[in-house]
């Protein structure tokens, strides 16, 4: 089973405006980590948070945690047509596990 | 900058055939994972490596499925007499582990199989 779940689904979205998406997760964590994936291509790496931060920034992407409620965001702000792709949020699991658990990811349109 | 690098990039195989996937990692890493995505979802965790002793299989992995990595280099994936059911992308990525810290994976671009 996955331990991330993204909400919503799919999010489609004018040029310009940010874009919101969100992770839960089950257990306790390591770190959290948030992955793109354009179509037809491996996952890139975005950003990683550590379970005792809070808010982490790179460049136009902005992700907070909350431990207390198991869940995550990630804000593109000012979004362009190169952000089209899918959003995965990982988990690892704090006793030792050695692999990271994928949501089923957020599906991200930019419209021009 | 060499990246994971996978091969073949696609394979059509016909039901109750063998297939093999190769994957390069990035050569100064020393955890090596494989993953399979299929359309829409996430990917899922299948195994993963740390040097050459494969330390972790998922319960997804059948007996058909087998996965090696002599000499904690370039990584293989086998599945045997495939199934319609294993069409899906394979995904490969490697990173530099220490402890129980997961570092971010480095992914290749993938396998997709088709089994007809």
């Known amino acids: 089973s996955q331990q991330g779940e993204e909400d919503p689904q799919a999010l489609s979205i004018q040029e310009g405006e940010n874009a919101t998406m969100n992770c839960s997760y089950k257990t306790s964590i390591n770190n959290l980590q948030w992955y793109r994936q354009n179509s037809g291509r491996g996952l890139v790496h975005l950003i990683l948070i550590r379970s005792n931060e809070r808010e982490k920034h790179s460049g136009r992407l902005r992700v907070t945690l909350d431990t207390s409620k198991k869940s995550s965001s990630l804000l593109i702000t000012a979004s362009q047509a190169a952000d089209t792709a899918s959003y995965f949020c990982?988990?690892?699991?704090?006793?030792?596990?050695?692999?990271?658990?994928f949501g089923q990811g957020t599906r991200l349109t930019i419209n021009p | 900058d060499t990246g994971v690098s996978q091969n073949p990039r696609h394979k059509i195989t016909k039901r109750g055939q063998n297939v093999t996937f190769r994957c390069d990692p990035i050569s100064e890493h020393n955890r090596l994972y494989w993953y399979r995505q299929t359309l829409g979802q996430g990917p899922e965790f299948l195994t993963y490596?740390?040097?050459?002793?494969?330390?972790?299989k998922s319960r997804l992995l059948s007996d058909r499925f087998s996965a090696e990595r002599p000499k904690g280099s370039f990584s293989t994936l086998e599945i045997q007499r495939t199934e319609q059911g294993d069409s899906a992308m394979y995904l490969c990525a490697s990173t530099l582990g220490q402890g129980s810290y997961n570092s971010p994976l480095h992914f290749g671009n993938g396998t997709r199989l088709t089994v007809t």
């Open positions: 490596f740390q040097n050459e002793a494969q330390l972790e």
């Open positions: 990982a988990t690892d699991a704090a006793q030792g596990a050695q692999k990271l658990v």
